[in-house]
Each structure stands twice: as C-alpha cells, then as structure tokens.
C-alpha cells in the first residue's frame, strides 16, 4: 500500500496561491491558478484558468514523478482506447496536457485535466439524501462497467474519490489506483480493500471494485455499524461482519441483495451487476409510487358517503 503520510512538508508540496502563473517547461502552456480543489497524497490539484482559451481545468501537480507518471500513463491509455471506441460515451478528453514547472529548482511534473464541478459523495449524499445512493450507484456502476470492459479495474474505490454533479451524475477522480486486469491493486484503503476483510486476494478484477463499492454503500449508509466492525481484532474481522450489517440495516434495504452479491463476488460481470442494481433500485420506487398513488381510504370513505345520500335523495324524490 502506498505511504499517505508526510511528516514535513517541503515547499513544493505546500500550494501555490491563487493568482501563480504556470508555464510548462516543454510545451509552453500557460494556467493561471484559481484555487486550490483539493490535496492528496499523490499531489496538488487546483481550478486553473487555462490563458489561451480561458477555459477552466483541474491541473495536478505530482510529488513524485513515479507515481503522477503512473497516473499520466492510464488517462493516456484511457483516452485512446475511449478515441478508438466509436461512439465514445463520454468525453473522451478528460487529459488535456502533461507537462513540468519549474519552481525552487525543481521540476514538479503536473498534468491538465477536465475540471469536474461536483461535490464529493458523501457532501452529495449528506445535502440531498440517502435516497440519491440509487441514482449515484447506477452511475457509478456504469462508469466502472466502462473502465472493466477496456480492461482496467479502479483499485482505489472510496468516498473521496467519487464526485457527484447537482443530478446525480457521476465522476471518479484520482486515477493513481488504476491497475491492468489480472495484475496486483497498486493503491488501496484499508476499509474498502477486500484483503482488510479477509473477503478475497488483491488482483485487479471486477469483483475488487464491486467489494469496494459495497463497502462505499455501508459506509454512507449505515457509518457506525461499519466502524464497529472495522475496529475489531484482524483475527476477529471478516467479511461475515459486513453480511450481518447488511442483513441487518433497514437504510441498506434497498440494496441488500445487490449488496450480498458483490460481497461475495457473485456477478457475472459488471454489466450485470449494473442491471440487478437497476431492477432493485427501479422496483422499489415503483413500488413506493404505486403505494403512494394508491386511493387514500378517507376518499373512499367519503364517496360511499355521497353514494349512499345519493341514493336517499332519489328515493325520497320518487316515493314523493
Ligand atoms: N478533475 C477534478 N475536478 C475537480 N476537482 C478535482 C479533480 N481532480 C481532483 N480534484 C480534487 O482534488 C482532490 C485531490 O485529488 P486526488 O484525489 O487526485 O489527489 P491524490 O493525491 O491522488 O489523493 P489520494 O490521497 O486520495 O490518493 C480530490 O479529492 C478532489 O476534491
């Protein structure tokens, strides 16, 4: 697992203030930086306004050169695989420009990226409603049905790493974690990794991410019980404990069966694991706006009523 800890931090990894002009060395390009958006362990990431087109970008500044080019080396594999699908889903131009800076002397290398305006999952969640999970979930499980069926599997699944636009719609940043299918998960988080619950071995594969996204769901959704199980002996923990939460939880009722299964590896691939999340999710509100389409028994009431004064006034009108 990578070292998220830093114990001083250098200059170059404290952030720049608004208003910094990066020039990259080799290609010249010129953003000026707007804000910072957030901090990690791998880098710096800030809202840039790019000066030719004054458009707005997300540009990373890496700490390591290793680790950002491993990062640089899937979006550019992503992206042309995405430019050889034909119809391309989505944007295919998430990577706009990798480059270095130069600052203190040194060379710190950043990359460009679409600038996603979102808000964390869990923000999402905590404004809007739990409820949103089923939106959110659909399109999180698709966005991880595209990078599964191009062969890569997201390793790093967690919270932080999922943005959520004002309908639901869904982004994952911080591509440090992707690994090849078949080969080690390079990056993980102890919560979410299915090796901390004893629930299987650390290959990059579909079913690694849907363990993760499982353990996404418990955690939103049901905190406390998941801290308690986590916070058990390594010896005592398994992945038992998160069926029991699950089988025990009425906020992950929804869900549970698609919960169980991806606990348990349990789906022949992710397409399929999109559309049982789909049917469960779909079932339970039409059932919930079936109940609540149904006639209100106080109308029924009143029109029986009606009915049966109805009934007098006519027969008093014809008997007199
Ligand atoms: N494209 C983007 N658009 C908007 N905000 C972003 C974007 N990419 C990253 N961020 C913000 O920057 C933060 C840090 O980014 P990122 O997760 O890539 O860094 P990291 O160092 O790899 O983090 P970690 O410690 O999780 O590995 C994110 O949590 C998010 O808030």
Not at 3 to 29: A, D, Q
Not at 113 to 142: E, I, S
Request: proline share 4%; glycine share 10%.
């Amino acid at each position: 697992m990578k070292e998220k800890e830093f114990s001083v931090i250098p200059s170059y990894k404290s952030s720049l203030p608004p208003g910094t002009m990066v020039i990259g060395r080799w290609n010249g390009g010129r953003y000026l930086i707007q804000r910072l958006l957030g901090q990690g362990a791998n880098g710096i990431v800030y809202l840039v306004k790019q000066v030719e087109s004054a458009k707005l970008y997300a540009l990373k500044m890496g700490f390591d050169t290793i680790d950002i080019q491993s990062e640089i080396n899937v979006l550019k594999a992503l992206q042309q695989q995405g430019k050889r699908r034909v119809a391309a889903e989505r944007n295919p131009s998430f990577l706009v420009e990798v480059d270095d800076y130069s600052l203190q002397g040194r060379e710190i290398p950043f990359y460009v990226m679409r600038y996603v305006k979102g808000q964390p999952l869990r923000t999402f969640l905590a404004q809007q409603g739990g409820k949103w999970m089923q939106v959110v979930g659909l399109h999180l499980l698709q966005q991880l049905r595209s990078l599964h069926e191009t062969g890569w599997v997201f390793g790093d699944l967690k919270p932080e790493n999922v943005l959520v636009a004002p309908y639901g719609e869904v982004e994952l940043i911080d591509f440090g974690g992707v690994s090849g299918m078949g080969r080690s998960v390079k990056q993980f988080t102890e919560w979410y990794d299915r090796g901390f619950w004893g629930a299987g071995g650390r290959t990059a594969e579909p079913s690694y991410d849907w363990f993760s996204f499982a353990v996404v769901c418990i955690h939103l959704l049901a905190e406390d019980s998941l801290k308690k199980a986590a916070n058990q002996l390594p010896q005592t923990r398994s992945h038992t404990d998160l069926l029991a939460i699950v089988g025990s939880e009425p906020s992950l009722a929804p869900y549970r069966e698609w919960l169980k299964r991806a606990i348990m590896g349990d789906f022949r691939d992710t397409r399929e694991s999109c559309a049982v999340w789909k049917e469960l999710t779909l079932g339970a509100r039409t059932q919930r706006k079936r109940i609540r389409r149904s006639t209100p028994r106080w109308m029924v009431g009143a029109f029986v009523v009606s009915l049966s004064l109805l009934i007098c006034a006519v027969y008093l009108t014809l008997r007199f």
